[in-house]
């Protein structure tokens, strides 16, 4: 097979950036000899394992990072990656050499062997769409994984997925509002081959108007909403889904008035009440969706004030627990929360990846201790109601906490270790505890916490604090994002802890933007070494034309790429 003949240029800026760079924790081993102890005691070098062995070896791994740690170690391993086995690599926190190089080397060259792609970064993507003679090869893509898209990007990338007859699996989810959300969604239900559809795209208020010209039949069987959706969307939506399995909506609400009339819809529902009422629910399913199995609801509304508002609310709810609802196994919970005026309701399902601990009496009752239980993402929102609970999430990956809980009580109801992202919303959280659950919980990629944390922190903790140089060394982030406004003073205390930080999403005064470049983007860089992501965030404009007179007036190496998403900054190095 011909390949791409090598650019010594790109390859030189490549393995330069090795010498300072990891990636997710994974070390590049170049010249590097592995040796593993068997069974019976006996020591072997990783190399003389069998071709066979090592393609196994390889399927635990990301195609990319298998790549990046073994392409260059020496040609017996470079030309495993010529086999004809199909790729499946997911593209997230890499810098801009590293896409080139593995661009050059797989992504061109063996475009026709890649069955799965995820990519979770605004540069890559549009380089992608850039690269047309590329997207073409895509003969045995199957599942598309898009995230972090910016809205310009949505329409071109259903465009060149529309020829990949082969694609059965989509998710995409966009990090600015949608417009034209309803042509977008036409357009992916005209996709021939695809089954499962996961979208979010936040839209607009007053942008749900729309008209199509066909009828679009979709193949669709699992469509997943996790952005806010009207009823009436879903209403008008799902006529063109007949094959339809699984739905699942993370957000439903009510239209807002005026109505906006949907071109070509049946007449839409008034009453907020009456907008997820059980009996129409109950015909659209028998009538659009015959083959439905799976039916996830989550609706938030206003509570019912007068008592007649009060009266069909309640109405309204029971209609759920109906025969029709218990033959198919869909059961329903109702939250009210009379301090915010609003109320939720929403489905239990033994399907759902998401466990809400809310205030509600009734969540008491809890899964049992078993590794059945299939809850990815544990979400806990009141202490006092999860110290009752008994329930136990084996499988948990994801924890958000919204008030703090010391970490000695989190062991009692998940396994700190298998945790890869963590959700800190609490303003007040002491530090102490953060390093504590930083240290339990080891294979952390990803964390989300507000800048109030460090605000306890003095400026000798660095040196004179042993847990937190022992985390500093050993936690494996790569993604840090931080709310709220950051202080100057606090980043060293940021980037010394999350040192590995390759994607870093910070809030701030533009005042101090100028400090904070000067912190992390010098070249020399040995603060944060391995950054390549700087998504910044302010409510000032023009905050572009500031870091552009701050980088040339700092002689700042020009390899960094910048773009504008919403009021989000972007650079990419």
Same mark, same amino acid.
Request: charged share 20%; with cysteine.
């Given at each position: 097979?011909?390949?791409?003949?090598?650019s010594?240029?790109?390859?030189?800026v490549y393995?330069?950036?090795?010498?300072?760079? #990891?990636?997710?924790g994974?070390?590049?081993?170049?010249?590097?000899?592995? $040796?593993?102890? =068997?069974?019976l005691?006996?020591?072997? !070098?990783?190399?003389?394992l069998?071709?066979?062995?090592?393609?196994?070896?390889?399927?635990?791994?990301d195609?990319?990072?298998?790549?990046q740690?073994?392409?260059?170690l020496?040609?017996?391993?470079?030309?495993?990656?010529? =086999? /004809?086995l199909?790729?499946?690599?997911?593209?997230?926190?890499?810098?801009?050499?590293?896409?080139?190089?593995?661009?050059?080397?797989?992504?061109?060259?063996?475009?026709?062997?890649?069955?799965?792609?995820?990519?979770?970064h605004?540069?890559v993507v549009?380089?992608?769409?850039?690269? =047309? $003679? !590329?997207m073409?090869?895509?003969?045995?893509?199957s599942k598309?994984?898009?995230?972090?898209?910016?809205?310009d990007?949505?329409?071109?990338?259903i465009?060149?997925?529309s020829?990949?007859?082969?694609?059965?699996?989509?998710?995409?989810?966009?990090?600015?509002?949608?417009?034209?959300v309803?042509?977008?969604?036409?357009?992916?239900?005209r996709?021939?081959?695809?089954?499962?559809c996961?979208?979010s795209?936040?839209?607009?208020?007053?942008?749900?108007?729309?008209?199509?010209?066909e009828?679009?039949?979709?193949?669709?069987?699992?469509?997943i909403i996790?952005?806010?959706?009207?009823? @009436?969307?879903?209403?008008y939506?799902?006529?063109?889904l007949? /094959?339809?399995?699984?739905?699942?909506?993370?957000?439903?609400? *009510?239209?807002?008035?005026?109505? !906006?009339?949907?071109?070509?819809?049946?007449?839409?529902? $008034?009453?907020?009440?009456?907008s997820y009422?059980?009996y129409?629910?109950?015909q659209?399913i028998?009538? &659009?969706?015959?083959?439905?199995?799976?039916?996830?609801?989550?609706?938030? +509304?206003?509570?019912?004030?007068?008592?007649r508002e009060q009266?069909?609310?309640?109405?309204?709810?029971?209609?759920?627990?109906?025969?029709?609802?218990?033959? +198919?196994?869909?059961?329903?919970e109702?939250?009210?929360?009379?301090?915010?005026?609003?109320?939720?309701?929403? &489905?239990?399902? %033994?399907?759902?990846?998401?466990?809400?601990?809310l205030f509600?009496?009734?969540l008491?009752?809890?899964?049992?201790?078993?590794?059945?239980?299939?809850m +990815?993402?544990?979400?806990?929102?009141?202490?006092?109601?999860?110290?009752e609970?008994?329930?136990?999430?084996?499988? *948990?990956?994801?924890?958000?906490?919204?008030?703090?809980?010391n !970490?000695?009580?989190?062991h009692?109801?998940?396994?700190l270790?298998?945790?890869?992202?963590?959700?800190?919303t609490?303003?007040?959280?002491?530090? @102490?505890?953060?390093?504590?659950?930083?240290q339990?919980?080891?294979?952390?990629?990803?964390?989300?916490?507000?800048c109030?944390?460090?605000?306890?922190?003095?400026?000798?903790?660095?040196?004179?604090? @042993?847990l937190?140089?022992?985390? &500093? /060394?050993?936690?494996?982030?790569t993604?840090?994002?931080?709310?709220?406004?950051?202080?100057?003073?606090?980043?060293?205390?940021?980037?010394?802890?999350?040192?590995?930080?390759?994607?870093?999403?910070? +809030?701030?005064?533009k @005042?101090?933007?100028?400090?904070?470049?000067?912190?992390?983007?010098?070249a020399?860089?040995?603060?944060?070494?391995?950054?390549?992501?700087? $998504?910044? =965030?302010?409510?000032q404009?023009? %905050?572009?034309?500031?870091?552009q007179?701050?980088?040339?007036?700092?002689?700042?190496?020009?390899?960094?790429?910048? #773009?504008?998403?919403?009021?989000?900054?972007?650079?990419?190095?």
């Amino acid at each position: 097979m011909e390949r791409v003949k090598r650019s010594q240029s790109s390859d030189k800026v490549y393995h330069d950036h090795l010498k300072r760079t #990891k990636c997710d924790g994974i070390a590049f081993v170049m010249n590097t000899k592995f $040796c593993y102890r =068997s069974s019976l005691g006996k020591s072997s !070098v990783f190399e003389q394992l069998s071709n066979e062995i090592l393609y196994e070896i390889f399927e635990y791994l990301d195609h990319y990072h298998a790549f990046q740690c073994f392409y260059d170690l020496n040609q017996r391993f470079r030309n495993l990656f010529y =086999s /004809k086995l199909p790729i499946n690599t997911h593209l997230r926190s890499i810098s801009k050499a590293e896409f080139h190089y593995y661009l050059t080397h797989t992504i061109i060259p063996d475009a026709d062997r890649i069955q799965s792609l995820q990519i979770s970064h605004p540069f890559v993507v549009e380089l992608f769409l850039s690269l =047309s $003679c !590329v997207m073409t090869k895509f003969t045995r893509l199957s599942k598309v994984d898009i995230h972090m898209i910016s809205v310009d990007s949505i329409e071109q990338i259903i465009d060149c997925l529309s020829s990949m007859s082969f694609l059965s699996s989509l998710t995409l989810s966009s990090i600015a509002k949608v417009k034209n959300v309803n042509e977008i969604c036409f357009r992916i239900f005209r996709l021939s081959s695809l089954k499962y559809c996961s979208l979010s795209l936040p839209t607009l208020r007053k942008s749900v108007s729309g008209s199509i010209t066909e009828d679009p039949t979709s193949p669709i069987e699992c469509l997943i909403i996790k952005s806010a959706v009207y009823i @009436e969307q879903v209403s008008y939506f799902l006529s063109f889904l007949p /094959k339809l399995r699984r739905l699942s909506i993370d957000h439903l609400t *009510a239209m807002p008035s005026p109505l !906006v009339i949907l071109e070509n819809s049946p007449p839409p529902i $008034c009453s907020i009440y009456e907008s997820y009422d059980a009996y129409n629910w109950e015909q659209t399913i028998r009538n &659009s969706m015959p083959y439905l199995e799976t039916f996830d609801l989550e609706y938030v +509304h206003h509570m019912p004030v007068s008592e007649r508002e009060q009266d069909e609310y309640h109405e309204s709810i029971s209609k759920f627990y109906g025969s029709f609802w218990r033959e +198919h196994g869909w059961f329903f919970e109702r939250q009210d929360y009379p301090q915010f005026e609003i109320g939720v309701f929403y &489905s239990r399902s %033994l399907h759902k990846k998401r466990y809400d601990l809310l205030f509600h009496e009734s969540l008491r009752t809890s899964w049992p201790l078993s590794s059945k239980n299939p809850m +990815h993402h544990v979400y806990f929102r009141s202490i006092e109601i999860m110290k009752e609970s008994t329930s136990y999430f084996p499988n *948990a990956t994801h924890l958000t906490l919204t008030e703090y809980l010391n !970490v000695n009580d989190l062991h009692e109801f998940l396994p700190l270790q298998r945790l890869i992202e963590l959700t800190l919303t609490p303003l007040k959280f002491p530090f @102490e505890q953060l390093l504590k659950l930083l240290q339990f919980a080891p294979n952390l990629h990803k964390i989300t916490l507000s800048c109030t944390i460090f605000d306890q922190v003095e400026d000798n903790l660095i040196q004179s604090n @042993e847990l937190f140089q022992n985390v &500093s /060394k050993t936690n494996m982030i790569t993604t840090v994002i931080v709310h709220r406004t950051i202080v100057r003073c606090k980043l060293p205390v940021i980037t010394t802890l999350f040192s590995r930080t390759r994607y870093l999403s910070l +809030h701030l005064h533009k @005042e101090i933007l100028r400090p904070i470049i000067l912190h992390l983007l010098p070249a020399s860089n040995s603060r944060i070494p391995y950054l390549s992501t700087l $998504c910044l =965030s302010s409510q000032q404009n023009n %905050l572009m034309k500031s870091l552009q007179t701050i980088m040339k007036s700092t002689n700042i190496l020009p390899e960094y790429e910048m #773009k504008t998403i919403g009021r989000n900054l972007y650079l990419w190095c």
